[in-house]
């Protein structure tokens, strides 16, 4: 058996309240007066989870396979980014093994939406929900997080073949 490691890292910043963009994480909606600012819906958590898995098998980044120059990915689900990321991995014969992702951020509050981000991610990865860990932590008003200029994502991937 072959085993690769991936990881994978993303940050955006809050848009403007009136922009009304909802904030889209874990392939879920968060509760939130402010979504995140970017060419897709902005959902850091699945794009450092693309990363780490394109990472795993040396297949570049998120940005070289939906570049913001596209308008193809105008708005897009990132979920379906995703999607099409773990194509290219079972494509090649690999399998998640299991992924563990971080989100950094002072507000909103993450851990009443931890278990339906996993929830959907599982599915999306095709594994257990067991395989997939979410977890949150503030930056205690640190640097960009901790002033809620916006968010940071953390993911790390086992593959297997």
Same mark, same amino acid.
Request: hydrophobic share 45%.
């Given at each position: 058996? @072959?085993?690769?490691?991936? &990881? +994978?890292?993303? #940050?955006?910043?809050?848009?403007? /309240?009136? !922009? ?5 994480? +874990? ?8 979504? *995140?600012?970017? &060419? ?6 699945? &794009? #450092?989870?693309?990363?780490?898995? *394109? %990472?795993?098998?040396?297949?570049? !980044?998120? %940005?070289?396979?939906? /570049? ?15 999607? &099409?990321? =773990? +194509?290219?991995?079972?494509? @090649? %014969? ?9 989100? *950094?951020?002072?507000? /909103? ?7 339906? =981000? ?32 916006? *968010?940071?994502?953390?993911? $790390? $991937?086992?593959?297997? @073949?």
């Amino acid at each position: 058996m @072959q085993l690769r490691i991936g &990881h +994978g890292y993303d #940050a955006h910043r809050f848009a403007e /309240p009136s !922009d009304n963009r909802p904030l889209i994480l +874990g392939g879920i909606e968060v509760p939130h007066d402010r979504g *995140l600012l970017a &060419h897709s819906d902005g959902d850091a958590l699945i &794009h #450092a989870l693309c990363d780490a898995l *394109l %990472g795993a098998l040396a297949l570049g !980044d998120i %940005g070289r396979h939906f /570049p913001d120059t596209d308008q193809a990915y105008k708005n897009a689900d990132s979920a379906n980014l995703l999607v &099409h990321v =773990m +194509g290219l991995i079972k494509a @090649q %014969g690999w399998s998640v093994v299991n992924a563990d992702m971080t989100i *950094l951020a002072q507000s /909103p509050k993450m851990a009443p939406h931890i278990n339906k =981000m996993r929830a959907r991610l599982a599915e999306l990865l095709e594994v257990d929900m067991g395989a997939v860990n979410v977890k949150a932590s503030t930056t205690e008003g640190m640097g960009f997080v901790g002033r809620k200029e916006g *968010l940071e994502t953390h993911a $790390v $991937v086992l593959l297997s @073949q």
